[in-house]
């Protein structure tokens, strides 16, 4: 599956955002799915991910209760509601899939997306 991650840009805190993952293929019910953000300096971290057909979502306690993960297979497409946001949530945002149920750790996904830049400004 290829991905392609789109909706960043400059928000104030406070403001919400929504992005956007799609996906290529004629299987991307077949993917679990997550985002990942990356600040500068730092390492990339897991965000929120969800299972093959959205029945369930996991959230990093950062974001829990702010943002919202959800897919739509119809359309290949994922998406991450950013609500509250706040300067620390500046980063880059990728997408990534597997077909395996895969958790928290970056390095279980093997398909990403190029990223989308997030900033947050107070």
């Known amino acids: 599956v290829q991905l392609q991650a789109f909706g960043g840009g400059l928000v104030q805190a406070g403001n919400s955002l929504r992005l956007s993952c799609a996906g290529s293929?004629?299987?991307?019910?077949?993917?679990?799915l997550g985002w990942f953000r990356q600040a500068p300096g730092k390492e990339r971290e897991f965000v929120a991910r969800?299972?093959?057909?959205?029945?369930?979502?996991y959230y990093a306690d950062s974001v829990k209760g702010r943002f919202t993960i959800s897919r739509d297979n119809t359309k290949n497409t994922m998406y991450l509601q950013m609500n509250s946001l706040i300067p620390e949530d500046t980063a880059v945002y990728y997408c990534?899939?597997?077909?395996?149920?895969?958790?928290?750790?970056?390095?279980?996904?093997?398909?990403w997306g190029q990223g989308t830049l997030v900033t947050v400004s107070s």
């Open positions: 990534a899939a597997d077909l395996r149920w895969s958790g928290s750790n970056y390095r279980e996904y093997n398909y």
């Open positions: 293929g004629r299987t991307f019910s077949s993917y679990v």
């Open positions: 969800i299972t093959w057909s959205g029945s369930s979502t």
